[in-house]
């Protein structure tokens, strides 16, 4: 708002109590910025004719941290007709800490919201814990099903409570699943974490077997590895019996080279051949092995971690053979010695005391004869327990390697089941929402006999995925949420088929009860990485944003993923939760595409609180009057109506103030 000078636009009367006036300047020398209602795109396009929403279609949320009871009164006397409580807590709830949880309403609650609700004609919808944990169960160290299924429950609870309170509609949570490098997977799209991300993210593989963690791969450590050997015909890799790379060996050899000027032979002994690898041999391995395979294709992060695997069984099997190879010798030796034992002990017997030294140095000329020198005269029988116990020594030595022998089979089996962390993940999620999808089914059903719900047109209860606030983990990119819906709408069908439903039924269920909200504040937390066109300014870089934006929801609203909407508003950074219009992300742009789908349009306030949903009525509703004209009759004109007009002094005092006590309004309140 711009200060202007009074003597210009008001004259030159002036007394102690006048101030500068806050007007609008009539010659337009000086811009005055709105906020209000603005009805052109960011490319500058007039928005379409019959923008604008209905006030009651534009709802609010409570906060999640506080009786969602009481909330709902507050919201109720601010005027939304639609309302979605949430809920801060998990597990078990603290209301002293604000920290609650749908559990933590009692049956007479949940009726005392479900009849404010109805008695008020507002729609109600529920946002699970806002904090939930990743549906798939991931983890520092990998993904737990414990884990997984404690978020699964905290969405039936949600769905629960909506069941009692709501008359069909969201149940909300967050899709936020793992992190993956934001370059490794839309560098394609310009988008970018960190300068040194494409080198420095770890790409992360977990054992199928049991969700745990195996391996951080990067790209920008180097990996020695030996040089295989190739079949020269057909350029193929060769393998052992054993069906392992054959590493390349260098036999000993001989090299001239000229020293002083002198020409010198150089011994050279033979060597296993290795090199020092970069990404892209791996990346060129994972390559020439998926055109040979295509029906088992790994990533260069896979090849990485195989070729690494590879040298470990080898080295484990080497070390087995080592000890293990004379395995079944050492064992006959131990029963020739035995028995060899068992002769000489009786012969001693029947010795006399004082021949006893001829057995004795015919035991030393034995020993003797085969390469064992003793330290000492001694018995035959002595000399037999003392090489019975050195071979048994050996025979334990030898057992213990049977270690590395499990080591490598340990290892070729993680080949087996060592798969990139979103093949994994992935189908996680998807079960976790396809089971929440049908618990959504089973109560939508049970509200439809239920009493109270008598003569009440009861709609689907929906489990409604939201796109994460985080762009660094999956689940905050439009596709992921796009490809979590499909998956899971999959997944239900599967199960639905499973218990006897018809194909072309369980997907029409599946898609009533699982749908996508999209909070387009969210999706514009994507800016900050966006790395456009140095070459452009920042104006038309903020355009390619929103352009690329605008296309993400344009694909989402053409393949049906979409049931429910988040309006909040930030500058592209954090998910800070503006008074919508008062940041940069397309929400108008995003609404006049979305509206043909009839979603809930839910605004949620941050501190603001019904600011925000002011700002929502002004900014995207119709005019006061409910009439398509907007640009002289909006809410900003209610709200902000004091503007351009002279603003009346700060105070007064001394003898031109009237007695309070003596002078008072027609309605006896106090002049104060």
Same mark, same amino acid.
């Given at each position: 708002?711009?200060?202007? #000078?009074?003597?210009?636009?008001?004259?030159?009367?002036?007394?102690?109590?006048?101030?500068?006036?806050?007007?609008?300047?009539?010659?337009?020398?000086?811009?005055?910025?709105?906020?209000?209602?603005?009805?052109?795109?960011?490319?500058?396009?007039?928005?379409?004719?019959?923008?604008?929403?209905?006030?009651?279609?534009?709802?609010?949320?409570?906060?999640?941290?506080?009786?969602?009871?009481?909330?709902?009164?507050?919201?109720?006397?601010?005027?939304?007709?639609?309302?979605?409580?949430?809920?801060?807590?998990?597990?078990?709830?603290?209301?002293?800490?604000?920290?609650?949880?749908?559990?933590?309403?009692?049956?007479?609650?949940?009726?005392?919201?479900?009849?404010? *609700?109805?008695?008020?004609?507002?729609?109600?919808?529920?946002?699970? *814990?806002?904090?939930?944990?990743?549906?798939?169960?991931?983890?520092?160290?990998?993904?737990?099903?414990?884990?997984?299924?404690?978020?699964?429950?905290?969405?039936? +609870?949600?769905?629960?409570?909506?069941?009692?309170?709501?008359?069909?509609?969201?149940?909300?949570?967050?899709?936020?699943?793992?992190?993956?490098? &934001?370059?490794?997977?839309?560098?394609?799209? !310009? %988008?970018?974490?960190?300068?040194?991300?494409?080198?420095?993210?770890?790409?992360?593989?977990? @054992?199928?077997?049991?969700?745990?963690?195996?391996?951080?791969?990067?790209?920008?450590?180097?990996?020695?590895?030996?040089?295989?050997?190739?079949?020269?015909?057909?350029?193929?890799?060769?393998?052992?019996?054993?069906?392992?790379?054959?590493?390349?060996?260098?036999?000993?050899?001989?090299?001239? *080279?000229?020293?002083?000027?002198?020409?010198?032979?150089?011994?050279?002994?033979?060597?296993?051949?290795?090199?020092?690898?970069?990404?892209?041999?791996?990346?060129?391995?994972?390559?020439?092995?998926?055109?040979?395979?295509?029906?088992?294709?790994?990533?260069?992060?896979?090849?990485?971690?195989?070729?690494?695997?590879?040298?470990?069984?080898?080295?484990?099997?080497?070390?087995?053979?080592?000890?293990?190879?004379? %395995?079944?010798?050492?064992?006959?030796?131990?029963?020739?010695?035995?028995?060899?034992?068992?002769?000489?002990?009786?012969?001693?017997?029947?010795?006399?005391?004082?021949?006893?030294?001829?057995?004795?140095?015919?035991?030393?000329?034995?020993?003797?004869?085969?390469?064992?020198?003793?330290?000492?005269?001694?018995?035959?029988?002595?000399? =037999?327990?003392?090489?019975?116990?050195?071979?048994?020594?050996?025979?334990?030595?030898?057992?213990?390697?049977?270690?590395?022998?499990?080591?490598?089979?340990?290892?070729?089996?993680?080949?087996?089941?060592?798969?990139?962390?979103?093949?994994?993940?992935?189908?996680?999620?998807?079960?976790?929402?396809?089971?929440?999808? &049908?618990?959504?089914?089973?109560?939508?059903?049970?509200?439809?006999?239920?009493?109270?719900?008598?003569?009440?047109?009861?709609?689907?209860?929906?489990?409604? &995925?939201?796109?994460?606030?985080?762009?660094?983990?999956?689940?905050?990119?439009?596709?992921?949420?796009?490809?979590?819906?499909?998956?899971?709408?999959?997944?239900?069908?599967?199960?639905?088929?499973?218990?006897?439903?018809?194909?072309?039924?369980?997907?029409?269920?599946?898609?009533?009860?699982? +749908?996508?909200?999209? @909070?387009?504040?969210?999706?514009?937390?994507?800016?900050? %990485?966006?790395?456009?066109?140095?070459?452009?300014?920042?104006?038309?870089?903020?355009?390619?944003?929103?352009?690329?934006?605008?296309?993400?929801?344009?694909? =989402?609203?053409?393949?049906?993923?979409?049931?429910?909407?988040?309006?909040?508003?930030?500058?592209?950074?954090?998910?800070?939760?503006?008074?919508?219009?008062?940041?940069?992300?397309?929400?108008?742009?995003?609404?006049?595409?979305?509206?043909? =789908?009839?979603?809930?349009?839910?605004?949620?306030?941050?501190?603001?609180?019904?600011?925000?949903?002011? !700002?929502?009525?002004?900014?995207?509703?119709?005019?006061?009057?409910?009439?398509?004209?907007? #640009?002289?009759?909006?809410?900003?004109?209610?709200?902000?109506?004091?503007?351009?007009?002279?603003?009346?002094?700060?105070?007064?005092?001394?003898?031109?103030?009237? @007695?309070?006590?003596?002078?008072? =309004?027609?309605?006896?309140?106090?002049?104060?």
């Amino acid at each position: 708002m711009a200060y202007v #000078d009074n003597a210009k636009y008001m004259g030159t009367y002036t007394n102690a109590l006048d101030r500068n006036y806050e007007i609008i300047d009539p010659t337009n020398e000086i811009a005055i910025e709105r906020f209000d209602v603005q009805d052109s795109d960011f490319e500058g396009k007039p928005m379409s004719p019959d923008f604008g929403f209905k006030i009651s279609e534009l709802g609010v949320s409570t906060p999640p941290f506080k009786d969602q009871l009481e909330a709902l009164k507050s919201r109720i006397f601010q005027g939304a007709s639609k309302v979605e409580l949430g809920f801060m807590g998990q597990g078990k709830g603290s209301a002293s800490q604000g920290q609650y949880t749908p559990e933590s309403y009692g049956f007479e609650e949940r009726r005392d919201i479900r009849e404010l *609700a109805r008695l008020n004609k507002v729609e109600l919808s529920s946002h699970a *814990a806002v904090h939930g944990n990743s549906l798939a169960g991931y983890s520092q160290n990998g993904f737990e099903e414990r884990q997984r299924e404690a978020s699964l429950h905290e969405i039936q +609870k949600a769905v629960d409570f909506a069941a009692d309170t709501q008359k069909g509609g969201a149940i909300v949570f967050h899709l936020s699943e793992f992190p993956r490098p &934001v370059s490794e997977w839309y560098g394609d799209q !310009g %988008f970018k974490a960190y300068p040194l991300e494409p080198e420095k993210a770890p790409l992360l593989l977990v @054992d199928t077997r049991t969700g745990r963690l195996i391996d951080q791969v990067r790209k920008d450590v180097r990996i020695v590895t030996p040089e295989w050997e190739r079949d020269p015909a057909t350029g193929d890799y060769k393998y052992d019996d054993e069906e392992n790379r054959i590493p390349v060996w260098i036999p000993d050899r001989w090299e001239e *080279a000229i020293e002083n000027g002198v020409t010198k032979r150089k011994f050279l002994p033979g060597h296993f051949n290795v090199q020092e690898r970069r990404w892209q041999y791996f990346e060129d391995e994972a390559k020439e092995w998926n055109e040979k395979n295509p029906d088992k294709p790994r990533t260069a992060a896979q090849q990485q971690l195989f070729d690494r695997l590879d040298m470990q069984i080898a080295q484990s099997r080497a070390f087995a053979k080592l000890r293990g190879g004379d %395995f079944d010798e050492m064992q006959q030796e131990a029963v020739k010695i035995e028995e060899a034992l068992n002769f000489y002990e009786k012969i001693e017997k029947d010795v006399p005391e004082e021949e006893l030294w001829k057995l004795k140095r015919e035991a030393r000329d034995i020993a003797s004869q085969t390469g064992f020198i003793p330290g000492e005269y001694k018995l035959p029988s002595e000399l =037999l327990k003392d090489t019975l116990k050195r071979v048994r020594n050996q025979i334990d030595d030898a057992r213990a390697f049977v270690g590395y022998v499990a080591q490598a089979e340990e290892q070729a089996k993680t080949k087996q089941y060592a798969v990139p962390i979103e093949q994994y993940a992935v189908q996680k999620t998807a079960d976790t929402i396809a089971r929440a999808g &049908v618990h959504a089914m089973q109560r939508t059903e049970w509200m439809k006999r239920q009493a109270f719900n008598k003569n009440e047109k009861i709609e689907p209860l929906f489990v409604g &995925v939201e796109n994460a606030h985080t762009p660094d983990v999956w689940g905050g990119h439009p596709q992921e949420l796009k490809e979590a819906i499909i998956q899971s709408r999959n997944k239900m069908t599967e199960i639905l088929e499973h218990q006897g439903y018809k194909e072309s039924e369980a997907k029409r269920l599946a898609e009533e009860h699982i +749908k996508a909200t999209v @909070d387009i504040g969210h999706a514009n937390t994507w800016k900050k %990485f966006f790395q456009g066109d140095p070459n452009k300014s920042i104006e038309e870089n903020e355009k390619s944003f929103k352009r690329w934006l605008i296309g993400q929801m344009d694909d =989402l609203i053409k393949n049906k993923i979409i049931g429910h909407v988040h309006v909040t508003d930030n500058f592209g950074f954090d998910d800070e939760h503006l008074v919508p219009g008062t940041g940069n992300a397309p929400i108008k742009e995003f609404l006049d595409k979305v509206k043909k =789908l009839n979603p809930s349009i839910i605004i949620e306030p941050a501190h603001q609180d019904f600011r925000a949903t002011l !700002g929502g009525w002004k900014r995207f509703g119709q005019g006061i009057y409910g009439l398509p004209r907007r #640009d002289t009759d909006t809410w900003a004109d209610v709200e902000h109506s004091y503007f351009g007009k002279p603003a009346p002094p700060y105070f007064i005092f001394g003898e031109t103030a009237p @007695d309070p006590e003596a002078w008072q =309004l027609w309605s006896q309140t106090r002049m104060e």
